[in-house]
């Protein structure tokens, strides 16, 4: 029991859709990340948040929005996806962003699939 | 930018045996985080140990360890009495000490356990 959530688990979607992942974290951690994970290349961070306010973006698509309305919550808005972003999308959180003792607790993902 | 490579893309152990994992990274910073992460088929991502990079002594839970070779940029993970719970993909991660830096995450090894 990590504290992190993810929904939905799985999200098949037509490049046209507009769909939106959810987190949330019961951790009261301050800061949250997305994450990409594709087939045989490392993780790629996406986003940070650091008490609800954006402190890094990873040169990441505008395809991909991400809304951060409290610490406890995070959303991935996706639309107009392409069939590359097919991927296990990861949710983390920490303590603090920037400390960089803290650990992330990661939730259990979501398998996406674009069509 | 630090970037972190696991040699390794498969490793088998058998049960009660011992592995090591190998991770090396590159950086010119000389104050730094190093985890490693299991994620089982389940997908949900655990830390299984973290070291601190000012610390000489190698971190150990249980039966992880590391060994942190901070001149030669190496972390392995050695795993004791392996049980068939161990069987997951492992990642090494690099976090700087830097405001909001991300973490770096090696392609991960998969570890098999053989009973």
């Known amino acids: 029991e990590t504290g992190v959530t993810q929904t939905p688990r799985h999200l098949v979607m037509g490049m046209t859709n507009k769909k939106s992942l959810k987190c949330e974290q019961h951790?009261?951690?301050?800061?949250m990340y997305w994450y990409k994970q594709s087939a045989k290349k490392p993780l790629e961070l996406m986003f940070v948040y650091s008490l609800e306010e954006r402190v890094e973006n990873n040169s990441v698509p505008s395809r991909f929005s991400p809304e951060c309305p409290n610490s406890s919550h995070l959303f991935l808005h996706l639309h107009t996806l392409q069939p590359e972003d097919s991927a296990l999308y990861l949710c983390a959180s920490s303590q603090d962003a920037g400390t960089s003792t803290d650990t992330q607790y990661f939730g259990p993902g979501t398998r996406l699939t674009v069509l | 930018a630090q970037t972190v490579t696991q040699s390794q893309p498969e490793m088998s152990v058998q049960e009660a045996e011992t592995v090591t994992l190998s991770c090396t990274y590159d950086?010119?910073?000389?104050?730094?985080?190093l985890f490693w992460y299991k994620q089982p088929p389940s997908r949900q991502m655990i830390l299984v140990i973290r070291q601190e990079a000012y610390k000489q002594q190698n971190a150990t839970e249980n039966r992880f360890s590391v060994n942190f070779q901070k001149a030669a940029k190496s972390f392995s993970l050695k795993i004791s009495d392996s049980q068939l719970g161990d069987a997951a993909m492992y990642f090494c991660?690099?976090?700087?000490?830097?405001?909001?830096?991300?973490?770096?995450f090696g392609a991960g090894t998969r570890l098999t356990v053989k009973p």
């Open positions: 950086t010119s910073e000389s104050d730094y985080y």
């Open positions: 991660a690099y976090r700087s000490p830097l405001i909001g830096n991300d973490m770096r």
């Open positions: 951790l009261g951690h301050n800061a």
